[in-house]
């Protein structure tokens, strides 16, 4: 048994801190109610490193185990190298990165991890995606012609120069900001503009529910609707292109010929920005018109992820494979 204590002010976003995860991973990984009961601990963001080490005792081990590649980019001191060290008063303190670019632990077969997160992502996308794979290629026509709006952004206002961070070779770059420009050069038809920075509505994570109330308020209402992630990585992928799907929406996406979105749902499916300006994804945007194939894609896009979500062979299988992973990962750093 691998003993692990979360620690930190962004503990609640460590694998582990999940219900679902941590009582998939029982009895290979079990969860200490006190550090020193511990071989490893665990924070989920850089901030929380040195109050890690200083709470590291004789013979445990420090991870730094993040599942949001934003954090990485724009915060770590190198989001590429599995083994690290962090400086403190009392000497160098070791530790190793595990998130997804230095280890196995997020490279899905078929659903995302962050999906696994919540039992309700399941539950819900079987519901609307056995909805949506039973129109149509007129319905989706007409619905989309339909639309309230032409396009919608809903995510926060980002424009500080650090959420442009890149590491050329690697396609990993960042999408904060850039995403924002986007929506602001978006300055014809019907645009929905909406999240922290472009209003006063209240922030998601203080919703009792930000995913329900996202598909009840944005469902059959946009032609177009922004997917696009705070970090471009190959392995990342979000709820956000399933939630536009979901709403029956053509994505925004921003995907380079690596990324595994590719595998998830035809490429036709949804507009591809990668690595346009925000002027020419505006002019892409405004000139958006699907055609025949277009919808052909778009149909099939929501007839795979229906099949993906109609029963849980899928789910019971990636939470295998997620467990797996964990527990080789955390007992390399134990052995290591």
Not at 15 to 25: G, N
Not at 36 to 53: E, F, G, I
Not at 60 to 88: K, N
Not at 180 to 189: H, K, S
Request: one cysteine or more.
């Amino acid at each position: 048994m691998i003993r692990v204590f979360p620690l930190g002010r962004y503990a609640h976003r460590l694998p582990l801190a999940y219900a679902p995860l941590r009582e998939m991973c029982r009895p290979a990984i079990c969860v200490t109610e006190a550090a020193a009961q511990a071989d490893l601990l665990a924070v989920a963001h850089s901030r929380d490193l040195p109050a890690a080490a200083a709470a590291l005792q004789s013979g445990q081990r420090l991870v730094l185990l993040s599942e949001e590649p934003l954090w990485d980019t724009v915060w770590s001191a190198d989001p590429l190298r599995r083994r690290q060290s962090l400086d403190t008063p009392a000497g160098p303190v070791p530790f190793t990165v595990l998130n997804h670019a230095t280890s196995t632990v997020y490279d899905f077969a078929r659903i995302p991890y962050f999906l696994l997160t919540d039992s309700a992502f399941f539950a819900r996308y079987a519901r609307w995606f056995a909805r949506n794979a039973t129109l149509s290629a007129a319905d989706w026509r007409a619905r989309l012609g339909a639309a309230r709006w032409d396009v919608a952004f809903m995510a926060e206002l980002r424009q500080e120069a650090v959420f442009d961070v890149d590491w050329p070779g690697r396609d990993l770059f960042g999408l904060g900001a850039a995403r924002t420009r986007i929506a602001l050069a978006c300055n014809q038809g019907r645009v929905l503009r909406t999240g922290a920075g472009w209003n006063t509505l209240p922030r998601r994570q203080d919703l009792p529910d930000w995913h329900l109330e996202k598909f009840l308020d944005l469902d059959g209402q946009c032609r177009l609707l922004s997917a696009i992630e705070n970090t471009h990585q190959n392995n990342y992928v979000s709820e956000k292109i399933f939630d536009a799907y979901a709403v029956g929406a053509v994505p925004l996406y921003v995907a380079g010929p690596g990324h595994r979105v590719h595998d998830l749902v035809p490429g036709a499916s949804f507009l591809n920005l990668y690595r346009l300006s925000a002027e020419a994804a505006a002019e892409r945007i405004a000139g958006f018109v699907p055609d025949a194939a277009q919808i052909e894609a778009y149909g099939a896009a929501q007839a795979r992820l229906a099949a993906l979500f109609a029963t849980p062979a899928a789910l019971l299988a990636e939470h295998a494979r997620l467990r797996a992973a964990l527990v080789q990962e955390l007992e390399q750093v134990l052995s290591g």
